[in-house]
């Protein structure tokens, strides 16, 4: 199992990223797929998930209106794009895959389900 994103980097206050992250190894369509991140001396938190057909969205509420996440699953591939980031967005961004019934609240797999994988984690920064 792989979970290879990528996208991150240093950016100014307000600029835009877009990560990626790309699945091998399970069967893709059969997971909700988020994005968790974890900023120096603070806990992981799940930052946005979505289910599994890409019809429905979970954002933490401190990055809703400003991130956006999608999935392609013909290309085993989810996104999160990133806009008006500022300096408390600064942390390692994790892809995780979460094994969920099609049906399943994804409001509720991102807050109340451990993850099934894990990727490698990707830095953003965002400083002046």
């Known amino acids: 199992v792989q979970l290879q994103a990528s996208g991150g980097g240093s950016v100014q206050p307000g600029g835009s990223l877009r990560l990626s992250c790309r699945a091998s190894?399970?069967?893709?369509?059969?997971?909700?797929m988020g994005w968790f991140r974890q900023a120096p001396g603070k806990e992981r938190e799940a930052v946005s998930c979505?289910?599994?057909?890409?019809?429905?969205?979970y954002y933490e509420d401190s990055v809703k209106g400003r991130f956006s996440v999608s999935r392609d699953n013909d290309k085993n591939t989810v996104y999160l794009q990133m806009n008006s980031l500022q300096p408390e967005d600064t942390a390692i961004y994790y892809c995780?895959?979460?094994?969920?019934?099609?049906?399943?609240?994804?409001?509720?797999?991102?807050?109340?389900?451990?993850?099934?994988?894990w990727g490698q984690g990707t830095q953003v920064t965002v400083s002046s």
């Open positions: 995780v895959a979460i094994r969920t019934i099609l049906s399943y609240d994804i409001e509720r797999a991102c807050a109340e389900k451990e993850p099934d994988y």
């Open positions: 190894g399970f069967t893709f369509q059969h997971y909700a």
């Open positions: 979505i289910n599994r057909s890409g019809r429905s969205a």
